[in-house]
């Protein structure tokens, strides 16, 4: 994608944080647990938060067929941005804080995808997205499952990443300020998993559930 | 706010999930170290990441005035939508997966902040909102800090919370299917800080940085 990015997602702003590599935007996009997808309704911006998948190179989500909201996104242009905080940057002086992070900016026109087969890979996949390993065990998606699903797909062509890392950039003259200055990473931790009440209790915990082995998603997708 | 809840931040698809009492939209926005602010830029809607902070009944935004997005976006429609991840949702079937959550989407227009005393309280604020405590110690903006910086300030006017909790909930006749269920817990967990090669060895960290203060940060809001 680099040499033909377009000015809508080109990073005008810390243009050195741009990054256009599909490699690099395609490893945020999967290590992000969810997205926020931005579409137009009635004139105004709205901002949903939903989970994803990255297939190739699209993005798949999806919603009951029977919301509104994401009807009215069918065919129509849509911004995919996922997100990840990496640490707190704390510089000398009010105006140098920052975030370190990692977030893509996807663009493009949802579509609505009719086909059964299609639909059943994209909701075993919006499974496998979030745990890796689950969609094995899981019961399949019924026939009534899939019709009472939308899933809608947007083409990753017309893309960004942002990336920040590293420590805090005080100007020259704040250095030697007798402020504590450096960064406060930050990570999604999982924490030990709570059983269904419902459940029979010779059920063993499967080991794609064990907390360092959800925890360790991004790095195992890196 | 109840009873006067606009049509478009009601909470549609299920609706059980709504809650709309101002105090818990503001501890949503407060806990959310970022935001999604979406608007419409040459009829494309975008959807950028970005630090917010909760002031009384209005949240901030900033940016570089050089920021030609952010000013696309002064005196528009906007949509702010802040999530939090609570836990991973593993049904007995694909179908009834979900995650943990609670998320707030405030719509309005995002007004200029141009008096200099309000644009320095928000900024101090914005600090404050990623580490209380940091704001009485790191260097204040200087004038021309707060004139190259843009504040953006959209009232909580217009907004709903979508709150998501508990185990699975499975179709009765997937219950017995011998499939772990639960949920698995996430949170964001600060680890040890970093500090910046270029700070004096003699500095000591702040207690407000210590991680556990910092991971706190949700609990000590609520």
Redesign the interface.
């Known amino acids: 994608m680099e040499g033909a990015v377009s000015a809508?997602v080109r990073v005008?702003?810390h243009a050195d944080r741009g990054v256009y590599e599909q490699a690099v935007i395609e490893q945020i996009l999967d290590e992000a647990?969810?997205c926020?997808?931005?579409?137009?309704?009635d004139?105004?911006?709205?901002?949903?938060?939903t989970?994803h998948v990255r297939v190739g190179a699209a993005v798949y989500l999806h919603?009951?067929v029977?919301?509104?909201?994401f009807a009215a996104a069918v065919d129509h242009?849509?911004?995919?941005?996922a997100?990840i905080?990496d640490g707190?940057v704390?510089?000398?002086?009010?105006?140098d804080?920052s975030?370190n992070?990692r977030?893509v900016?996807v663009?493009g026109v949802a579509e609505d995808v009719t086909d059964p087969d299609e639909k059943r890979m994209a909701?075993?996949a919006?499974?496998e997205h979030?745990?890796a390993g689950?969609?094995r065990?899981?019961?399949?998606?019924?026939d009534s499952?899939v019709r009472s699903?939308r899933v809608l797909r947007v083409a990753i062509s017309e893309a960004s990443a942002k990336i920040r890392s590293g420590?805090?950039k005080?100007a020259a003259e704040?250095?030697?300020?007798?402020?504590?200055?450096?960064?406060?990473?930050?990570?999604?931790?999982?924490?030990?998993?709570?059983?269904?009440?419902?459940?029979?209790r010779d059920?063993?915990?499967?080991e794609y559930?064990e907390?360092e082995r959800?925890t360790a998603r991004g790095a195992s997708r890196n």
């Open positions: 809508r005008r702003r647990y969810i926020h997808v931005g579409f137009v309704a004139g105004q911006p709205m901002v949903l938060p989970v919603g009951a029977a919301n509104a909201m242009s849509v911004c995919v941005t997100t905080i707190l704390m510089a000398r002086s009010v105006y804080h975030m992070y977030s900016v663009l909701l075993r919006l499974v979030v745990v689950r969609s065990e899981a019961r399949e998606p019924s499952d699903t420590p805090p005080d704040n250095l030697a300020l007798p402020i504590w200055a450096g960064v406060v990473p930050l990570r999604l931790v999982a924490g030990d998993p709570v059983p269904d009440e419902l459940m029979a059920i063993p915990l499967p559930l907390p959800v």
